[in-house]
């Protein structure tokens, strides 16, 4: 019998006022997302006040997000994730959004906290810029070799 692989994360998308789509909000959401996360617009898919999506490094891994009514509304801390593998990779992420910060106070950040479990320490921190949903970037510390089965 043969095992079917379990699915993956590929895409989350979600609604905004169409006018946050039209040149200057797409190029705002672009340049943020690309200089701090380096996303990139795949320009062939986009539609004027009506659609970008933000490839997340991989063709298959992206952020769709549409023009139209109603709008997501989400609560504050909404958030989808991703992982890095390195301390370091969360730490840049970190300074780039709080560069950008500097010059546009539109971004909100959630600095560097730690969650402390023992076999393992959970780094986060969170970024929201002009979308519904903040992202969070999270780096999993293991304190030994296999603890994450143990987990």
């Known amino acids: 019998m043969s095992k079917t692989p379990a699915p993956r994360f590929n895409h989350v998308a979600f609604s905004v006022p169409p006018e946050l789509l039209d040149e200057t909000g797409r190029k705002e959401i672009v340049s943020f997302y690309e ?18 999506v933000l490839q997340c490094h991989l063709f298959d891994q992206f952020v769709y997000i549409v023009g ?3 709008v997501t509304t989400c609560a504050p801390l909404d958030h989808f994730g991703l992982a890095v593998g390195s301390l370091e ?4 992420v970190l300074e780039r959004a709080k560069k950008y910060q500097e010059r546009d106070d539109r971004v909100e950040i959630i600095d560097h906290e730690i969650e402390d479990h023992g076999v393992l320490k959970l780094h986060n921190c969170y970024f929201r810029y002009l979308l519904p949903m903040m992202v969070e970037i999270q780096y999993y510390e293991l304190g030994k070799e296999g603890a994450l089965e143990t987990f």
């Open 89 to 92: 990779e969360l730490e840049a």
């Open 35 to 52: 200089e701090v996360f380096g996303w990139k617009e795949l320009e062939m898919l986009r539609i004027d006040r009506a659609r970008v």
């Open 68 to 70: 139209g009514s109603p």
